[in-house]
């Protein structure tokens, strides 16, 4: 039974050591000779013009929102696509359901304004 999770743990010891190894090579074989120029704040080659702990208006955070997700249902539909010959009439309409919802939101928030940026 456990030899069937044996694919698992080498994807997760794979992956960790992926991750892990090269972090531990920089920090141990890379020089640390810090500087003030090293050490100075960079922003695409001059400095830095507001302070970084600026506020952000809040409409960027509901489009971030709204694009993850109405973008989330691109990876639901791949899926239904391809194994929609085997759910048949029930996979139909029940995909029509979800997508019918997803307009239904959509339209509200076009309605609302959370769309427009002025």
Avoid: H, T
Avoid at 14 to 27: C, E, K, Q, R
Avoid at 78 to 98: D, H, N
């Amino acid at each position: 039974m456990l030899e069937n999770y044996f694919p698992v743990l080498m994807f997760i010891v794979v992956g960790l050591a992926v991750g892990v190894i090269p972090m531990l090579a920089g920090w141990l074989l890379a020089p640390n000779r810090p500087d003030a120029e090293k050490l100075s704040p960079y922003e695409c080659g001059f400095e830095a013009f507001e302070d970084a702990r600026m506020r952000f208006d809040v409409r960027y955070y509901l489009v971030a929102i709204l694009f993850i997700l109405f973008d989330l249902e691109i990876a639901f539909l791949f899926p239904w696509a391809v194994v929609l010959e085997e759910i048949g009439l029930f996979g139909f309409v029940a995909m029509m359901v979800f997508l019918g919802i997803l307009v239904v939101g959509f339209i509200y928030e076009w309605v609302q304004g959370a769309l427009d940026w002025e």
